[in-house]
């Protein structure tokens, strides 16, 4: 819509795709699907409605207008875009070691995924199965000057790992014209040789019965298997000299996961105490699996459920509670150790061994009648007898100091 503050004489539109100028007015019948739209020439609006959009409609709307009161015309533009959905996505990737889709563990894989014809341009993005890959990268997009399509480009690069065999690779596309993205797939291989793994134990065999020694082997391509048992080899699918022990041809599980199985025919204590050794080789190298028996039953595991974590997160934050609490207590003198506080309290007031009595004469009249004057006794040295007498000092300003009677009994420390 165009629109101006003063009413129009004139109201005409160009639309992209349709031929020539068209000249609207308020109350005119539609011609094909196109009308005028708004409040009227009156109200200054000059505005169009298209009942259904066409891709041909994209490019540069124009709308022309004449004031009542003036002669000149006044025009204004404006860009259209018709959303067009772009084409399948392409998928591009760099050739592996052994074709175009077969790699090497280790090998860089580059990717490219493509969106063309997109209008505006498409949202291009990348998975390895369902994880997102090239994501740190911003999608390139270039613009065509021919017919405004849009190409966007996602690129990514992945060194890959043996567990990367069998997934697939997804150049997917959405845009705003599609119901639903565009995708297009490949899957990919990596070969590798047969994987390391730790010795393999295996538990509650019971004697007499027979037993099942099942190992899961992860190469790619199939390695051939040869066990070893007491240095006895024994070839995929063979028994062994005694009858006693076979092995059974692999099993391919898919993605680069093989199965064999050791079979032995009533378990014997000595069975448990011979060395087993799995060899599994292919093109890509070689590996051996050491493999240990055991009559026992499987230890417990120390695998915890969710409520005794939580149980062990709730008793240590009950416990760090108690701690910070007691820090508190003792730091602020409260509870159990308020008594302590007290005493400390009372030393650092200076009551106790060390510290001077000042004493008035008006503490005369308390219920002891003891004489205000105070001797400072001094402790008697090397036993000297009644030391009381030998003191000079005074306490209080007090220079007279009463001298004992004669018939009056004193105590002499001893």
């Known amino acids: 819509m165009c629109r101006v503050g003063r009413p129009l004489k004139v109201c005409r539109v160009e639309i992209p795709g349709e031929a020539g100028g068209m000249v609207l007015s308020k109350g005119q019948p539609a011609e094909d699907g196109i009308e005028y739209y708004g409040e009227g020439t009156e109200a200054g609006q000059c505005g169009v409605h298209i009942a259904k959009i066409k891709e041909s409609h994209d490019g540069v709307f124009k709308c022309t207008l004449t004031a009542t009161d003036v002669r000149q015309e006044a025009q204004a533009s404006v ?24 790699y090497r563990k280790g090998e860089k894989l580059e990717v490219s995924c493509s969106a063309p014809s997109g209008r505006p341009a498409a949202n291009v993005s990348l998975f390895l199965d369902d994880e997102p890959i090239g994501y740190e990268e911003r999608p390139t997009i270039y613009d065509s000057n021919v017919n405004e399509n849009s190409l966007a480009v996602q690129n990514a690069s992945r060194s890959l790992d043996w567990t990367d065999n ?53 190469a790619n391509p199939k390695p051939h298997f040869l066990w070893r048992v007491n240095n006895e080899k024994i070839l995929e699918g063979h028994l062994d000299q005694s009858h006693r022990l076979q092995t059974s041809t692999a099993v391919d599980l898919g993605r680069g996961a093989w199965s064999v199985i050791l079979t032995i025919d009533s378990i014997q204590k000595s ?13 890509e190298g070689a590996y051996e699996y050491r493999i240990v028996l055991s009559t026992s039953t499987e230890p417990a595991g120390v695998d915890l459920d969710t409520g005794s974590i939580i149980g062990i997160v709730v008793g240590a934050l009950v416990l760090l ?89 004193t105590d002499t420390p001893v």
């Open 79 to 102: 860009m259209i875009i018709v959303a067009k959905p772009p084409n399948n996505p392409e998928l591009q990737t760099s050739p592996g070691a052994y074709g175009r889709s077969v």
């Open 166 to 218: 069998g997934k697939v690779l997804r150049c997917r596309a959405n845009h705003i014209a599609l119901d639903k993205p565009k995708e297009t797939t490949m899957q990919i291989q990596v070969r590798y040789p047969p994987q390391p793994q730790p010795t393999i134990e295996r538990f509650g065999y019971v004697i007499g019965r027979e037993g099942h020694v099942n190992v899961t082997v992860y």
């Open 271 to 283: 069975d448990t105490e011979k060395e087993y050794i799995l060899e599994a080789r292919n093109d």
């Open 321 to 409: 509670l108690l701690v910070f609490v007691l820090i508190f207590a003792r730091a602020t003198g409260r509870w159990c150790f308020a008594a302590r506080r007290r005493g400390d309290e009372e030393a650092a007031s200076g009551v106790g061994a060390g510290s001077e009595a000042h004493i008035t004469p008006g503490d005369e009249d308390d219920e002891d009648h003891e004489d205000p004057r105070i001797i400072d006794e001094k402790i008697p040295q090397g036993g000297q007898e009644n030391p009381i007498h030998a003191s000079t000092e005074y306490v209080n300003g007090r220079t007279d100091l009463k001298e004992p009677k004669k018939d009056e009994k």
